[in-house]
């Protein structure tokens, strides 16, 4: 049952993470939000891989080729899945398809089926498609401010972040590396590819922005550290369990967000999210008992 702990310490550290990168995105352009959730995380993510081996002693990684694609695909498709959400931030009905964009744990259920061989059970799937309708009732869903064009981006997003865990999960497995050092292998190859793409990129469109990361070096390396706490959590509980639990359970991040909004925001939840978080902890309590 350790993937059900890796998940609430990855919720949690995603929260505030999410947090931390709302105040940075108010000074740096979205690549430079982006890669500051890689930057510092990639030495951090080393130190980990470095202390597992200290601890447990274990075989070291033998690079194939399914490894490498799996790895480049994950690192690329979540790159995606953030331009995507980026691109919904403008839209006028934002609230709808960044509900939609959480539906990655039913899209990873259906994509895992067909394609990596998951099997849910019948509890599972309940869990899965009730977590799904809290997160449309957390986003405020109706059909009054339905809009295709963002229903569209926010499925995309959804099925972009669904692929890179699915993605994750296989690299992990591929390894061939038992617990927990293939999911840090498979972190630190991620972040390695991330941190290239989104430095050579920034170096080449936007100079400015390392300027800026510079100004707020101390938020830059708070988004760094709760990225990689969230990561470590993220893909170890992928390394032993199915995507579509994980992301079920991990959906306990909108409680952990809430839970911010009130202490350190001052803004107290609204019904609906109460209902949500209702909903959530059914759906939570389903895919645990699965």
Known sequence: MGWIFFTCLAAFSQAWRNALQSKLSKH??????TLARFIFALPLA???????????????????NHFIGYVVAASVMQIVATALM???FKQKSFAIGAGLAKSEAIVAAILGMIFFGSTLTFLGWVGVLIGAAAVLILSGFSLQNFNIRTAVLGLACGTCFALTSLWVREASLASALPFPHSAG?????????QTLLLSLYIT???????QVLKQKLSLTVLVSVTSCIGSIGWFSAMSLQHVAYVKT???IEVFFTILIAALWLKAPPKKRDT????????????????
């Open 249 to 251: 359970l991990g959906q």
């Open 275 to 290: 209902l949500g978080l209702i909903l959530i902890a059914i759906a939570a309590t389903l895919v645990m008992m699965s």
């Open 86 to 88: 980026v691109v919904l």
């Open 185 to 193: 292998w498979v972190l630190l190859w991620v972040l390695s590819c």
């Open 204 to 210: 080449f469109k936007e100079a400015h922005s390392w």
């Open 46 to 64: 080393g130190l980990y891989l470095f202390l597992l081996y200290l601890i447990q002693p274990a075989p070291q990684l033998e690079i194939n």
């Open 28 to 33: 740096a352009s979205v690549a430079a939000v």
